[in-house]
Nanobody, 124 residues
Framework: QVQLVESGGGLVQAGGSLRLSCAASGRTFSRYGMGWFRQAPGKEREFVSRINWSGSIMLYSGSVKGRFTISRDNAKNTMYLQMNSLQPEDTAVYYC?????????????????WGQGTQVTVSL
């Protein structure tokens, strides 16, 4: 089993940056595909980005492509999401998730483990 803990959320002004981290327990982190999802108030949870087991293949949603960068450090059992040029519409709870498929997916139903989420609030 994998336990995931997100950190790095907070309040930032529009145009600012934040870096989210997702720390994973266990010795098999490098076998999992990983993803970031977010849920804004009153909306369904949506895909943000995913990364394969080695960190060589990344995928982004259209709304964050060019502004967010996903990465992972398997030696540290940690995944990251660097978020630049943040906008108020990026305000949401951000969740990390682990997929037993090492190449992961954009579909949240295919993920096996989830963190508790971290709040990101972007003000004007």
């Amino acid at each position: 089993q994998v336990q995931l803990v997100e950190s790095g959320g907070g309040l930032v002004q529009a145009g600012g940056s934040l870096r989210l981290s997702c720390a994973a327990s266990g010795r098999t982190f490098s076998r999992y595909g990983m993803g970031w999802f977010r849920q804004a108030p009153g909306k369904e949870r949506e895909f943000v980005s995913r990364i394969n087991w080695s960190g060589s293949i990344m995928l982004y949603s259209g709304s964050v492509k060019g502004r967010f960068t996903i990465s992972r450090d398997n030696a540290k059992n940690t995944m990251y999401l660097q978020m630049n040029s943040l906008q108020p519409e990026d305000t949401a709870v951000y969740y990390c998730a682990a997929d037993r498929d090492p190449y992961s997916s954009a579909h949240q139903g295919e993920y096996d483990y989830w963190g508790q989420g971290t709040q990101v609030t972007v003000s004007l």
